[in-house]
């Protein structure tokens, strides 16, 4: 089938089968970071933005993009910058599995409400689920990076 | 895994339906759980392009169309207000956002699931179904239905003036619900809905709030599973449901 959809910016016609999940179609586009984790939509490990929301490519079918917008964390690389530089030297970011997934989602909260409680981002991230190094640095991570961002 | 043959959007409902009676073709909701099964489908038909994703509030009710998502509905203003956030706390630990923007009412509604926490909460209100073929059902009628071919278009809440409170338990917080439980106050009428036993939800009504709890423990059958115990279960809808009629109190 033939869809047609923006991805990271630019215009992209292609041809994918009826079954062909999102992220592998986005993988064969050349956007690694968008990984296979559970395979099961639980870990937020193929987060992608959708016409702005954050969506489990794993589980979304290449052909439901057709028409919308897709963002992945190749595209949003001056946005992350700021995040993503903070929390390393936080010793607070992820592995590189998880890590993007994790990225993707922040940046979708932030998106949505730039000020957020330690409440309400655990609860937003409550569907990023990391493998090796915990949530508590995580979250200390963004809460100092939040707090930096007012002083 | 599943494997999908062919994709359609549907233009009209009418073209989704007749597309539907074949048992090898299946609807598409957020395709969360059809994806973990097994099997081959023909044709997979999208309601997509139908605008079924609005939720449309007036002032007798709330139409949720079959394709809004469940973060949907945890966001409506009108929806919450009216439930006093009884529904936003039904769904809000369902995975995470990135589930909930793609699982949809609709899907999980039809499912029917016994652990869904839609479908309890919804039981506990004034709620409706509208079938394309069917009509429009009560939901409570329409949970004991068996699947059939027909669409299910949207869900109607009618503002009928009630209080409702959400709970469930869960062994770990983004998990599938040991008991999910919603308990409302209607026209002078206790509703207790009562989900995840772990077969579908099951509403149990009283006119008496001495006594309530005892009363639904006893009616609503449980069962085990990998999840709690038929007892465990027992227990919890009378600690549940106890809460559950002291919140509504201070209401």
């Not at chain 1, 630019?10 to 296979?36: M, P, Q, W, Y």
């Not at chain 1, 981002?121 to 915990?134: D, E, H, K, M, V």
Request: with cysteine; proline share 2%; charged share 25%.
């Amino acid at each position: 089938m033939e869809i047609k959809l923006k991805l990271n910016g630019k215009n992209i016609l292609a041809s994918v089968e009826a079954d062909t999940v999102l992220l592998d179609f986005l993988r064969d586009k050349g956007c690694l970071s968008v990984k296979r984790g559970c395979d099961t939509s639980n870990c937020g490990l193929c987060t992608v933005l959708m016409d702005g929301k954050p969506i489990l490519s794993c589980s979304t079918l290449a052909v439901r993009a057709d028409g919308h917008e897709i963002h992945t964390l190749e595209g949003l690389q001056e946005e992350a910058s700021d995040f993503v530089g903070f929390i390393a030297d936080q010793g607070a970011d992820q592995c590189g599995f998880c890590n993007p997934g994790l990225v993707m989602n922040t940046i979708a909260l932030l998106r949505e409400n730039p000020d957020p409680t330690d409440d309400e981002i655990r609860a937003y991230l409550a569907g990023n689920l990391c493998r090796c190094s915990g949530y508590d640095g995580q979250l200390r991570g963004i809460r100092n990076y939040l707090n930096s961002r007012k002083a | 895994m599943i494997t999908i043959q062919k994709y359609v959007r549907a233009q009209t409902l009418e073209e989704a339906w007749q597309l539907n009676q074949s048992k090898r073709n299946r609807i598409l909701g957020g395709m969360l759980w059809l994806r973990l099964g097994k099997g081959s489908i023909n044709t997979a038909i999208d309601l997509c392009d139908l605008g079924l994703n609005t939720i449309e509030e007036t002032e007798e009710q709330f139409s949720i169309g079959a394709m809004a998502a469940l973060r949907d509905i945890e966001l409506h203003e009108g929806l919450n207000a009216y439930t006093n956030g009884a529904v936003a706390d039904s769904v809000k630990d369902i995975v995470g956002v990135q589930f909930r923007n793609m699982a949809t009412v609709g899907g999980s509604i039809w499912g029917r699931f016994g652990f869904s926490d839609v479908l309890t909460v919804f039981l506990a209100l004034d709620t409706y179904v509208e079938l394309y073929k069917g009509g429009i059902v009560p939901l409570e009628q329409f949970a004991k239905m068996k699947k059939d071919n027909d669409i299910l278009v949207r869900l109607i809440v009618k503002k009928t003036p009630c209080k409702v409170v959400y709970s469930a338990m869960r062994n770990q917080r983004t998990d599938l619900p040991v008991l999910a439980c919603a308990v409302s106050c209607m026209n002078g009428e206790y509703r207790a809905s009562i989900g995840a036993r772990p077969a579908r939800a099951t509403l149990i009504r009283g006119d008496k709030a001495e006594g309530f709890a005892a009363f639904v423990a006893e009616n609503a059958p449980t069962e085990s599973n990998i999840r709690g115990s038929a007892a465990y279960r027992t227990h919890l809808i009378r600690v549940l449901v106890e809460r559950s009629m002291n919140e509504l109190g201070g209401m």
